[in-house]
C-alpha cells in the first residue's frame, strides 16, 4: 500500500462542512486559532449564504476546514502519506499538511491571495464554464484560437479525461459556447463565478505573491512531497517553491497530470481531505484502480483506517 494525500479547492464549501466534526477538540482548536487571525467567527460566516461563496471569505475558510481536518486525522491514525497534491486552492493545504508552510502564514497569505484575485477582476466581466464531453487538448487548443490580448478565454482546469474548465471574460466565454459544442462538448455549463481563476487575467496576483512569499519562512524538509499545480515539480529550493505556488494562480491547473504522477509513483490509495468529494469523483473517473476515501465527516476517520489495513 502506497498513499496519497488530496486536498479540494474553492467550490467545495457547504453550509454543513463544520458540523460533523463540531465534537472533536483539535479540530475546534484549529478553527478558533483561524478566527482569531482572521478577526471572524469561522462558524458564523459559514452560515451566511452571501459569504461562504464570496472568494474574500470562501478561500481562508476551505483552507481552516480542511486543515482542520487534517489535523484531526493525523492525531486519530498513523498514516504515513507517500504524497500530496491540492486542487487549486487545496494546493495551500497540502503545503500546510506537508509541513512546507506554517498554518497561520498560509491563512493569511490565502486571505492576501482572496483579496488580490478579487482587486484584479475589478471592472472587468468574467466567467468560468465547465466544458464536458471533449478532449481537454481540443478545448485548449479551441480558446488559444479564439483569445486575443484583450479578449481572454483559456482552459484553467484539467480536471479529468473529458472535463476541462475554462475562465476569461465572460462575453467571450458565451460566444465560445456553440464552437465547443460544434466541436463536440456535450455540456458547457457556467459556473456561479466571475472570478476568472487561473487565468492571464491574474498575472498582477502572482506577481503580488511572488513578494509576500519572500517574507515567509518555507521549510523544504517534509513529511512529505507535495506535486505543484504549475508545472507538476516537487520543489527542492525557495526559489522554486516561490515560482510555482505564485505561478499558479495565473495558470492552469493539471490535475490529470497530477494523477498521472500518482499512477507513476505506484500511489495504490487516495484520501481526500476536505469539505465534500469533488476530488474521489474526479480520480475514479481517471483511474477506477486508485482506491480513493474521503474524509468529509469524523466517522469516515475509522473507515479510512479498516480500508488501508
Known amino acids: 500500500m502506497k498513499l496519497a494525500v488530496i486536498f479540494p479547492g474553492q467550490g467545495s464549501q457547504n453550509k454543513d462542512m463544520a458540523e460533523h466534526f463540531s465534537n472533536e477538540s483539535s479540530f475546534n482548536n484549529i478553527i478558533n486559532i483561524s478566527s ?7 462558524k ?61 502564514d498560509a491563512l ?50 484539467f480536471n479529468c479525461p473529458g472535463q476541462t474548465v475554462i475562465a476569461g471574460h465572460d462575453t467571450v466565454v458565451d460566444q465560445i459556447t456553440p464552437v465547443l459544442k460544434n466541436e463536440g462538448a456535450k455540456i458547457v455549463k457556467k459556473l456561479p463565478v466571475s472570478i476568472a481563476a487561473h487565468t492571464s487575467l491574474l498575472k498582477s496576483v502572482a506577481n503580488n505573491l511572488r513578494e509576500e512569499l519572500k517574507n515567509i519562512n518555507i521549510n523544504l524538509n517534509n513529511q512529505f512531497d507535495v506535486i505543484h499545480n504549475y508545472d507538476l ?32 509513483e505506484n500511489i495504490t490509495d487516495v484520501i481526500e481531505v476536505g469539505p465534500g468529494n469533488v476530488l474521489q469523483g474526479l480520480v475514479k473517473r481517471y483511474d477506477k484502480s486508485l482506491r480513493v476515501h474521503s474524509l468529509d465527516k469524523f466517522e469516515d476517520i475509522k473507515l479510512i483506517e479498516q480500508a488501508l489495513q
Open 233 to 264: 515539480s516537487i520543489s527542492k529550493s525557495e526559489e522554486s517553491f516561490i515560482d510555482s505556488l505564485s505561478m499558479q494562480v495565473c495558470s492552469p491547473v493539471r490535475w490529470i497530470e497530477t494523477m498521472q504522477n500518482f499512477k507513476d
Open 36 to 42: 482569531e487571525i482572521l478577526n471572524y467567527d469561522i
Open 108 to 157: 493569511l497569505l490565502v486571505k492576501k491571495r482572496a483579496e488580490l484575485m478579487s482587486s484584479a477582476m475589478n471592472g472587468v466581466d468574467g466567467a468560468m464554464a465547465a466544458v464536458i464531453g471533449l478532449d481537454g487538448k481540443v478545448v485548449d487548443d479551441i480558446c488559444k484560437d479564439v483569445t486575443k490580448s484583450d479578449y481572454i478565454i483559456e482552459a484553467v482546469n
Open 44 to 104: 458564523e460566516v459559514i452560515k451566511d449564504d452571501h459569504k461562504i461563496n464570496d472568494t474574500i471569505y470562501t478561500q481562508p475558510l476551505m483552507l481552516a476546514i480542511s486543515y482542520a481536518m487534517w489535523d484531526t486525522l493525523i492525531k486519530n491514525t498513523d498514516i504515513n502519506p507517500y504524497l500530496g497534491a491540492g486542487h487549486s486552492l487545496g494546493e495551500y493545504t497540502a503545503l500546510v499538511a506537508n509541513k512546507s508552510l506554517s498554518f497561520e
